[in-house]
Nanobody, 114 residues
Framework: VQLQASGGGLVQAGGSLRLSCAAS???????MGWYRQVPGKERELVAV???????NYASSVKGRFTISRDNAKNTLYLQMNSLKPEDTAVYYC??????????WGQGTLVTVSS
């Protein structure tokens, strides 16, 4: 497994989910972020690290989503709270290099019902 996102599912509006991204040892999760894609639309940034502990969050998720890491497990997380129907999408984890090359791993579907 190189990059495998998991933890998606069906949740009611206002609920929470935590996504996980298990990365192979060849990947550093410190520079890895989260993206999402709605069918028929372009993939968009959700949260990516800028430097140190600073993370750039999409304005639509700021204050509701939080990125975290477990370096011992080489796993990236995305805690999503106060979910909205417009958060429905397939979520992916990736680093900048792979993103620029158009290389994506398996995503996880999040469906938020109203």
């Amino acid at each position: 497994v190189q990059l495998q996102a998991s933890g998606g599912g069906l949740v009611q509006a206002g609920g929470s989910l935590r996504l996980s991204c298990a990365a192979s040892k060849t990947f550093s999760i410190n520079r890895m972020g989260w993206y999402r894609q709605v069918p028929g639309k372009e993939r968009e940034l959700v949260a990516v690290p800028i430097s140190g502990s600073i993370t750039n969050y999409a304005s639509s998720v700021k204050g509701r989503f939080t990125i975290s890491r477990d370096n011992a497990k080489n796993t990236l997380y995305l805690q999503m709270n106060s979910l909205k129907p417009e958060d429905t999408a397939v979520y992916y984890c990736n680093n900048e290099a792979r993103r620029r090359l158009g290389i994506w791993g398996q995503g996880t579907l999040v469906t938020v019902s109203s």
